[in-house]
C-alpha cells in the first residue's frame, strides 16, 4: 500500500511536467493543426539558457523568469519567421518544418554546451517532505508552481481580453477576424506561451533527469501521450491527461522487465491505444468530418 | 510544356531521341558497372550505404509521395530488417541472400499489422504514432528478455560475405553488386507499382481520399497495405544495411535516423522515385562534410537544408532537374527558331 502511494505521488509531480508539455502542445495544435515534434526541444533549448545564466551567476529565481521572457520572445520569431509563411501549406511543410527544428535545436544545444551531463539546480531543495518521505520536496515544488501556472491561465483565458481573442480566434478564425481581433498574432502569442510553458516545464524537470540535449525525449512523448488522452481540443483535459499518464507511467515502473526498460513503449502503447479506442480522448471534442 | 525534354527521354518520340536516351542507359550502365574496379574499397562501401539508404527512402516516398501518409519511424523498420539479418545469420546460420527477403517479409507483415489502425490514425496522427515508435524502438533492442537474441547494448557482429561462385572481386565489389542488383529489381517494382491500377488508387487516395472511396477503392485496406510494402522497402534496405556494416546495435537506429530518411525524401523530392537516389547520395555525404567542419552542426546543418527545400524548392532535386530541363528546352527552342518565344 506504502509503495503505491508513493508511487502514485512521485506520479502526479512528474505528471506535473508531463501536464505543462502536453497544454503547450495542445496550444500548438489548436493553432495549426499540427503536433510541434519539436516542442521538446524548444524546452530543453530554454533549460540551457536558464543554466547558462545561472552559471554566470544570476540569482535562480532571477535567471528562471529571464528565461520565460526569451523563450516567449522566441516562440513568437520562430512563428513569425517560419510558420506564418507556411500556413495554407500542405501538412507535409509543417512535418517537415516541425522536424528541421527538431534536428536545428538538438544539434545547436549539443554545439554550443556540449553533450555531457550537467547538473540543473533546484530552488525547493531535495529534503523528504511530508514526513515520511513519500515525496521529496522538488517533486512538491514541481506540483505547486504547475499548479500555479495552471490557474494563471485559466484566469488569463477566462477574464481578460486577450485571452477571450485568442480562444475566439482558435474556435473560429474567420469570425474572429471579422470581429476585429488580429488572429495571426493570436496565433503568434499562443505560440509564444508555448514555448514559455515549455521552459517552464524544462526547467523544473532538469534537476531530475539532469540537462543534456536528448533529456526531452521521454518527456515530450508522455507529453504527446498525455495531449492525446486527454483530448487535442481541450487544455483542461491535457492538464489530466498529464496526471494520469504520470502515475501510469510510475505504477508500471513496478513491473519488473517492463518499467525501467520500456519506459518510451508505455508512451507509445498509451497514443496508439487511445488514438484507436477513443481518438478524441477523454474531454476532447469528437472530430466529424462532413462529405 | 514544362516536362515536355523529361517525356522525350524517357518514351523517346523522334529515333535520334531514342538514341540519345539509349547511350544515356548505355553510359550509366558501363559508370555503376565500372565504378567498383576503378574507386577505393572505402567510396565503394559508401555507394554501397547510399544505394541502400535510397532503397529505404524509396520506401517513405511510396508511403508519403504517393500515398499522403507520413512515417516518422521509418528508422525503426530499417531496424527490425537489420536485426532479422543479423539474428538469422548469427543464430540460425542462414546464408545472408535468404535475410534480405525475409526481412522484408517480416517487415511487411509488422508495417501492416502497424498501419491497420492507419484508417484512424489520418495524417497528423499516424506521423505521431510513428514517432513515438521511433523512440521506443532502440529501447525494445535493449530490452532484457530479448537480449540473448538482440545482444542488448553490444549488438551483433556479422561476417562479410564473400563473392560466390570464385569471382574475382573483394567483399565491397561484390557487396556492390549484390546491393545494386537488389536495387533495380526493386526500383523497377516501385515503379510498376506506382504505373499500375494499384498505383494510381494510391495517388487517387492522397489527393482525395473521399472521392476515392466514392469510386470503390478501399481506402483502410489501401493505406494499411502500402504501409506494409513501405516498410518492406526500408526493411530490405535495413538487411542490406546490416550485412553491409557487419554491426548492428540499438544505438544506430534512433531517432535521428528517421530525420535522416526525411531529409533524403524532402531533397530528393517527394513522389519522385529517381530523386530517391539522390535523397540517398545526399544523406551519406552531406553529414559527413557537415561534420568535418565542426561535430555536433551535421544535425543543424540537414535542418536548414530542410527548411531551405520547403521555402525555395519544395518539389526537390527532381524539381529542381525537371525545371532546368524544361529552362533548357526553352533556350534550345528559341536558339533554333529566333522569335518563337513561347
Redesign the interface.
Known amino acids: 500500500m506504502e509503495l503505491i502511494l508513493h508511487q502514485v505521488l512521485a506520479g502526479l509531480a512528474t505528471g506535473a511536467i508531463y501536464a505543462c508539455l502536453a497544454l503547450a502542445v495542445v496550444m500548438i495544435y489548436q493553432a495549426i493543426d499540427g503536433f510541434n515534434f519539436a516542442q521538446g526541444e524548444m524546452a530543453m533549448f530554454s533549460t540551457f539558457i536558464a543554466w547558462q545564466l545561472i552559471q554566470w551567476g544570476v540569482p535562480y529565481w532571477a535567471a528562471f523568469f529571464a528565461t520565460l521572457v526569451v523563450s516567449f520572445m522566441a516562440g513568437i520569431i520562430i512563428e513569425r519567421a517560419l510558420f506564418a509563411p507556411i500556413h495554407n501549406a500542405p501538412v507535409l511543410s509543417h512535418v517537415v518544418v516541425f522536424i528541421a527544428m527538431f534536428a536545428i535545436l538538438n544539434s545547436l544545444a549539443g554545439f554550443i554546451w556540449d553533450y555531457n551531463v550537467k547538473t540543473f539546480p533546484t530552488p525547493f531543495g531535495s529534503r523528504p517532505l511530508l514526513g515520511n518521505g513519500l515525496i521529496s520536496s522538488h517533486d512538491g515544488g514541481m506540483i505547486g508552481v504547475t499548479v500555479i501556472m495552471l490557474v494563471l491561465l485559466y484566469l488569463f483565458f477566462r477574464h481578460t481580453r486577450i485571452g477571450l481573442a485568442m480562444r475566439a480566434a482558435a474556435a473560429n478564425p474567420e469570425s474572429a477576424r471579422l470581429a476585429g481581433i488580429r488572429v495571426a498574432w493570436m496565433i503568434a502569442l499562443g505560440w509564444g506561451m508555448a514555448a514559455g510553458i515549455g521552459a517552464v516545464a524544462g526547467m523544473l524537470i532538469a534537476p531530475v533527469v539532469f540537462l543534456e540535449p536528448n533529456m526531452m525525449a521521454s518527456v515530450l512523448l508522455y507529453g504527446f501521450a498525455a495531449a492525446v488522452l486527454g483530448g487535442l481540443t481541450s487544455p483542461g483535459g491535457a492538464v489530466l491527461g498529464g496526471f494520469i499518464v504520470g502515475v501510469i507511467e510510475n505504477l508500471a515502473g513496478t513491473i519488473p522487465y517492463v518499467g525501467g526498460e520500456l519506459k518510451l513503449t508505455i508512451a507509445l502503447v498509451i497514443i496508439v491505444a487511445v488514438l484507436v479506442v477513443r481518438p478524441g480522448g477523454l474531454l476532447g471534442q469528437r472530430i466529424v468530418n462532413r462529405v | 510544356m514544362k516536362q515536355d525534354l523529361a517525356d522525350k527521354l524517357a518514351v523517346g518520340t523522334t529515333r535520334d531521341q531514342r538514341l540519345g536516351a539509349r547511350a544515356l542507359f548505355l553510359l550509366s550502365l558501363v559508370v555503376i558497372v565500372g565504378l567498383p574496379f576503378v574507386a577505393k574499397n572505402f567510396l565503394i562501401f559508401q555507394i554501397t550505404m547510399a544505394v541502400i539508404y535510397a532503397i529505404a527512402i524509396l520506401g517513405l516516398n511510396l508511403l ?1 509521395g504517393f500515398n499522403g501518409q ?1 512515417s ?1 519511424g521509418h528508422s525503426a523498420f530499417f531496424a527490425i530488417g537489420a536485426y532479422t539479418a543479423a539474428i538469422l545469420m548469427e543464430h540460425a546460420d542462414v546464408a545472408y541472400y535468404w535475410t534480405v527477403p525475409v526481412a522484408g517479409l517480416i517487415c511487411l507483415i509488422t508495417g501492416f499489422a502497424f498501419g491497420l ?1 492507419a484508417l ?2 489520418e ?3 499516424l ?3 510513428t ?3 521511433a ?2 524502438m532502440p ?2 533492442l ?4 530479448l537480449e540473448p537474441w538482440t545482444g542488448g547494448v553490444q549488438g551483433v557482429v556479422i561476417i562479410k560475405p564473400d563473392a560466390p561462385f570464385g569471382l574475382p572481386l573483394n567483399p565491397d565489389q561484390w557487396l556492390y553488386f549484390f546491393t545494386v542488383a537488389i536495387a533495380a529489381v526493386m526500383y523497377l517494382c516501385a515503379v510498376n507499382l506506382v504505373r499500375s491500377r494499384t498505383g494510381r488508387a494510391l495517388v487517387a487516395i492522397r489527393d482525395n481520399p ?1 472521392a476515392a472511396s466514392a469510386m470503390g477503392i478501399n481506402t483502410a485496406l489501401y493505406k494499411s497495405l502500402t504501409f506494409g510494402v513501405s516498410a518492406l522497402y526500408t526493411g530490405v534496405a535495413g538487411a542490406l544495411g546490416a550485412i553491409a556494416v557487419q554491426f548492428v546495435a540499438p544505438d544506430s537506429f534512433t ?1 535521428g535516423l528517421s ?1 535522416n530518411l ?2 533524403g525524401l ?1 531533397v530528393g523530392g ?1 513522389g519522385s522515385i529517381p530523386g530517391t537516389l539522390v535523397g540517398g547520395l545526399f544523406i551519406l555525404f552531406v553529414p559527413n562534410v557537415a561534420e568535418e567542419i ?1 561535430k ?5 546543418v ?3 537544408i ?2 531551405a ?3 525555395l524548392m ?1 518539389t526537390g532535386a527532381a524539381g529542381l532537374v525537371r525545371l532546368i530541363a524544361s529552362r533548357f528546352a526553352r533556350v534550345i527552342g528559341v536558339l533554333i527558331k529566333p522569335g518563337s518565344q513561347r
Request: no cysteine; glycine share 12%; aromatic share 18%.
Open positions: 508519403t507520413f516518422l489502425p484512424r490514425l495524417g497528423i496522427y506521423a505521431l504514432a514517432f513515438a515508435l523512440y521506443a529501447q525494445l535493449k530490452w532484457t528478455p473521399i531517432f530525420i526525411f531529409v524532402v517527394v565542426s555536433g552542426l551535421a544535425g543543424a540537414g535542418g536548414i530542410l527548411i527545400v520547403i521555402y519544395p
